[in-house]
């Protein structure tokens, strides 16, 4: 988690609703600034326990952690045969974690996703089936334990995904299952609180290449009470920032 004092409600919501018969621990990494926070997060567990979390193992640090940093720590910290990426500021379809185990090979991704943008409100969505394999943003990845504890204590600020992926299969032969189903459909990606990729906005305004317009709503892809809290994201940023409360 970086930065998810007002978002980081978001993934733990979809995590709570996943059905899957499925044992599995969360691990978290945060930094204290405008963190979201391991008491945030406990108001959370027995809504996680219910959907099968085992374990919840937080750990926060005083100062800015690469993410590639990150998922090397988090890869010796692993302790089951998956390792399931979800950032701290998506909400992941309810079937996530299941279909990501009966269907993982050595990696898994996703080929179509919605994007979000918080602030103005504007949905796309990132296509692979339009250009496959042609842009390094990969959707809702796993990995088997075995690939993942491959990757190195390196620091990359860009292009972390593909990073990854090179990382894990440098010795070459990974399978990957790329996932053409619609359960996408029922999730999505957001932009504009958590965010790494700030030049992702452009493609907001003018999708092209992967990226393509949709008329969908957000409201028929998420839960109403989840949509309402999105909605009052924005207010609660502005008023924020007259405060000064994230002057830094």
């Not at 692979?128 to 959707?139: E, G, I, Q, T």
Request: hydrophobic share 35%; glycine share 6%.
């Amino acid at each position: 988690m970086y930065r998810a004092d007002l978002i980081g409600w978001l993934p733990l919501e979809s995590l709570c609703r996943q059905k899957t018969d499925q044992e599995w621990e969360l691990l978290i990494i945060e930094e204290k600034f405008r963190a979201f926070g391991l008491k945030n997060i406990m108001k959370y567990k027995k809504r996680l326990t219910d959907a099968g979390c085992i374990n919840i193992n937080y750990n926060q640090v005083d100062k800015w952690v690469p993410l590639s940093q990150k998922y090397y720590i988090m890869a010796q910290e692993m302790k089951g045969d998956i390792f399931v990426l979800h950032a701290s500021d998506d909400y992941s379809h309810p079937d996530r974690l299941q279909m990501t185990a009966d269907n993982i090979l050595d990696m898994y991704q996703q080929t179509r996703g919605y994007f979000y943008e918080i602030s103005t409100e504007r949905m796309i969505v990132l296509d692979w089936l339009m250009r496959p394999f042609k842009h390094p943003c990969c959707l809702n990845m796993a990995y088997k334990a075995d690939f993942f504890k491959r990757i190195k204590n390196e620091r990359h600020d860009t292009g972390n995904d593909g990073w990854i992926y090179k990382s894990a299969n440098e010795d070459g032969g990974m399978r990957i299952f790329f996932d053409k189903s619609d359960v996408w459909e029922r999730g999505l990606h957001t932009q504009g609180q958590n965010n790494i990729s700030m030049g992702r906005m452009d493609y907001f305004l003018n999708p092209r290449g992967v990226f393509r317009g949709t008329k969908t709503k957000i409201q028929s892809v998420l839960p109403d009470v989840i949509v309402k809290r999105l909605h009052g994201i924005k207010d609660e940023e502005t008023i924020m920032v007259r405060a000064g409360k994230y002057e830094d």
